[in-house]
Nanobody, 122 residues
Framework: VQLQASGGGLVQAGGSLRLSCAAS????????MGWFRQAPGKEREFVGG????????YYADSVKGRFTISRDNAKNTVYLQMNSLKPEDTAVYYC????????????????WGQGTLVTVSS
């Protein structure tokens, strides 16, 4: 399984970005997916998750109402739409495939993409 994250970049505070994560393999649609982020000097933290069908999503309090996760199983891709970005959202963002039903911690995921850098300027 390979996960390829893309879409990061430099954006001003208040702006928007959409991250994509393309997965290889034919079993993408049966797994939960998640997004995490890691800022310099900090631990990797949960951003949001989505179940296998896309019918259920859940988010960290810090991004709730601003970020939206979606997926297109026909394209083997999961997305993270980020609106109203803040400087504190600056981090490397990682997508990950859930071991079973996903969850809120890195140990709930067993395959990781390489990360894409998001920088939000004030």
């Amino acid at each position: 399984v390979q996960l390829q994250a893309s879409g990061g970049g430099l954006v001003q505070a208040g702006g928007s970005l959409r991250l994509s994560c393309a997965a290889s393999g034919r079993t993408f649609s049966i797994y939960a997916m998640g997004w995490f982020r890691q800022a310099p000097g900090k631990e990797r933290e949960f951003v949001g998750g989505i179940n296998w069908s896309g019918s259920s999503t859940y988010y960290a309090d810090s991004v709730k109402g601003r970020f939206t996760i979606s997926r297109d199983n026909a394209k083997n891709t999961v997305y993270l739409q980020m609106n109203s970005l803040k400087p504190e959202d600056t981090a490397v963002y990682y997508c990950a495939r859930g071991r079973n039903s996903g969850g809120y911690t890195p140990t709930d995921y067993n395959y990781w993409g390489q990360g894409t850098l998001v920088t939000v300027s004030s």
